[in-house]
């Protein structure tokens, strides 16, 4: 069984940044790609980011683009999610997920795996 573990949430004023952290732990956690998605109370997660198994692809939603940065250890177990500039609209549970999807090379929001989430609030 694979663990999926979220830190690094907080809170900021606007315009600082935080970094999210996701690890990877259990049986044969290699070969994950590994996203972040987010949710709000009452709405639909929604996705931020995500990056394949190697790093060398990556994915962001429109909203993030050029704020945020996803980022693969070495290691690949574990996976950075850097949040520049940031917006109270950025404010919501961020969830980490990994799997292996076989037509894609970023889990989608039907991932197998799934932290329990780390809270980003944001003040203006």
């Known amino acids: 069984q694979l663990q999926v573990v979220e830190s690094g949430g907080g809170s900021v004023q606007a315009g600082g940044s935080l970094r999210l952290s996701c690890a990877l732990s259990?049986?044969?956690?290699?070969?994950?790609?590994m996203g972040w998605f987010r949710q709000l109370p009452g709405k639909e997660r929604e996705f931020v980011a995500a990056?394949?198994?190697?790093?060398?692809?990556?994915a962001y939603a429109e909203s993030v683009k050029g704020r945020f940065n996803i980022s693969r250890a070495n290691t690949r177990n574990t996976v950075y999610l850097q949040m520049n500039s940031l917006r109270p609209e950025d404010t919501a549970v961020y969830y980490c997920?990994?799997?292996?999807?076989?037509?894609?090379?970023?889990?989608?929001?039907?991932?197998?795996?799934w932290g329990q989430g780390t809270q980003v609030t944001v003040s203006s």
């Open positions: 997920c990994a799997d292996r999807p076989w037509n894609s090379d970023f889990p989608g929001g039907d991932a197998k795996y």
């Open positions: 259990g049986d044969s956690w290699s070969s994950y790609a």
């Open positions: 990056i394949s198994w190697s790093g060398s692809s990556t």
